[in-house]
């Protein structure tokens, strides 16, 4: 086992700690070059121009042919966007809960006056099909609000099932949150038919929280002309108005937005479905560490964005992954607080990277339960790993 | 009159414009230089540590003891903030509209519910307080909404006086979008009693736009408690709880957060006061210029953060400054459009910075106008922006 630096002499070197939690994700240098750049005017024709691209490479990413908008805020705004633009007060909304993410879809609804009918599903497994179309045949739902990546269980919630569930009930508007699932699994707004659909720019496009994406299908937008819930600052269709121009209908956050211009050109040269297959893969790999070592997974349909992982004392393997290896992973969430480690599988990570997050979470493992793992156990789950890992 | 390079030519040199729009401004290179900084996660102990520091710094451009809360949207998410957290569905609010940002407050309050009073000011004016006290005996008046610097007019507005006479009408709420003003005009939130005060992240805080603060006074909470109003994504009360831990309530906008903490310190290390100063030096050196050449100032009550001046062919002189010259002041907005230019006064500008931008504008004069400007006429106007300027 390698030693590594302490948080604080890497930080001295100004050197920042490794990212594996599921958002925000490491920067690539040339992101990290575009942002340093100097200002450019939001009403500038290069700006103009560079909005333009971007917004023809997002259809790409969310596989539509609609306008995708770029809102200045983190996911939580465009969730809010996603309901206030197409509801009206008292509409009620099915939310399937499925974890901290499901139930921000009930706040939401709740905060701008809708009445949310919840389906509560247990933390770490994916929604019934049968449980969501019991509550179908209520005519007065509007739409149904899921989480296609529930990053606080790490668990895949099946869109493809709901959405082609949902043709039968053309009069419900399938809204998915797919802040952790865009470009990391199969999501297909438009083939599958899914009416709202948002992302946000720390997860799977590799840039720093303070962008957020939407898209509605052209029933959403049908549906937007008689919603009567307040909005301004996420006035959709002003800022679709804008956007059709090169502009944003308020100041644009520029450096952000260039920096995905740049995110967006290294994400077209991947490829979608390799950005899809590179998760999935560094998944597998987490998940056989995982089983060789006797660690449960937590979720029983696991994501391909992050893994989350059942341990002993997690915030304290977590706090010293930090302060000691410099090697930022999330903890458990809410109810799953100290009982779960996610470990994200976003961003350009190296496999180089990937190994050595692994073999600290292995060193700490050892630290902890000696009774439990060894070192040359570790080292045997780290040969596993990389049989799946390509060399990088 | 020196020539200069094209603006492709810069480009291709990686040299971009230099702004002198009343925002964005141009960014120091400390500042710069913390945005292409490697990723931190928002919930590290790093990154708690940096927005308690920020925490207390903008207490002190805010003048309160008040919490200042960092909002991840642009400033018009916050004056949207600031009525959906203090007012109720069909309450009655003043606003004083004299200009694109002043109609803002009307638009806002009728997105939201709300019953505007509008006092419709020329555009280029101040209001009278006189106007406004014939209003505030209308008991149904829950908050006067104003613009410190209407950044359409470039006009100040009379807040401390506003504010003496709000004091007799202890229950309603003054609202300040000080977005373009924070820092570049006095603006006393404590002193003076101003109940919300708003200002983003790309005027006087030196920064790209995405950011957005908000301070509410001791009152505004109070009114806050049963303010009926939608809000989740910027519910007011759920951020302060999540800033006093040194959180925000979602996702954190890190790299523009991070370069807040650079931008405060280089601030505060210049002192508030020398910062009203330097913005009112090189108003002064603007209004100069501008009376020397016989061009006329827009505004009856010009402000500090930028200067509007009456031309012809506003628009086309603007576009050859972007183009040509790589400057980018900005043109008129609505009924102002093609009628005035404005130049900013804000952010990190040099004595050089603002003379070429003055040199290169005049250049643009005598060029569309050469039976008015001549090259010697405005060489002597330059000298007596110099003789204001100390050299930098």
């Known amino acids: 086992m390698n030693s590594f630096n302490s948080y604080n002499k890497r930080l001295k070197k100004n050197q920042s700690p490794l990212l594996l939690s599921p958002g925000p994700v490491i920067l690539a240098t040339p992101i990290k070059k575009s ?9 500038s024709f290069l700006f103009k121009k560079a909005l333009r691209k971007i917004s023809s490479d997002l259809k790409i990413l969310f596989q539509t042919k609609q306008d995708v908008l770029i809102l200045a805020c983190t996911g939580t ?8 633009n197409i509801l009206s007060p008292k509409e009620e909304v099915l939310c399937v809960s499925a974890g901290k993410f499901g139930e921000r879809w009930k706040e939401i609804a709740l905060a701008f006056n809708l009445k949310p009918i919840v389906i509560e599903v247990p933390w770490g497994q994916a929604v019934s099909i049968k449980e969501i179309e019991k509550h179908l045949n209520n005519k007065n739902i509007k739409a149904l609000l899921i989480t296609a990546c529930e990053t606080s269980t790490a668990t895949e919630q099946p869109i493809k099932e709901v959405a082609k569930l949902l043709k039968n009930y053309p009069d419900i508007l ?15 707004m438009d083939k599958w038919g899914i009416d709202v659909m948002i992302a946000g720019s ?11 994406f939407i898209c509605l299908s052209q029933k959403a937008w049908k549906k937007n002309l008689s919603s009567k819930l307040p909005k301004y600052y996420f006035d959709l269709n002003k800022e679709r108005q804008a956007q059709q121009k090169g502009e944003t209908a308020f100041s644009s956050s520029v450096s952000l937005i ?11 040269k991947k490829g979608l479905k390799n950005l899809i297959i590179r998760t999935e893969t560094l998944k597998k790999a987490c998940h056989i560490f995982c089983k060789f070592l006797g ?15 059942k341990v002993f004392s997690a915030d304290s393997i977590k706090k010293n992954l930090e ?16 009982k779960i480690l996610r470990i994200g599988h976003l961003g350009p990570l190296t496999n180089k990277d990937f190994i050595r997050a692994l073999k600290a979470l292995g060193f700490e493992l050892v630290k902890q ?3 439990l793992f060894t070192k040359t156990k570790i080292k045997m789950a780290l040969k596993k790993v990389e049989d799946i890992l390509k060399p990088s």
């Open 258 to 268: 260039r920096a995905l211009s740049v995110s967006l050109k290294l994400l077209k």
């Open 202 to 212: 720390q997860k799977t496009f590799w840039l720093p929280a303070g962008l957020a």
């Open 77 to 84: 705004g465009a969730m809010e966007a996603s309901l206030s």
């Open 35 to 43: 942002l340093s750049q100097d200002m450019w005017h939001h009403r």
């Open 295 to 309: 660690l449960e997974l937590f979720s029983s349909k696991p994501a391909n964005s992050l893994t989350a992982l």
């Open 323 to 338: 302060r000691k290896h410099g090697i930022f992973i999330a903890g458990g969430q809410g109810q799953l607080k100290n």
């Open 174 to 188: 399938l809204v998915v949150d797919a802040i952790t699932g865009l470009g990391a699994m199969e999501l297909k």
């Open 369 to 371: 339960k000696p009774d």
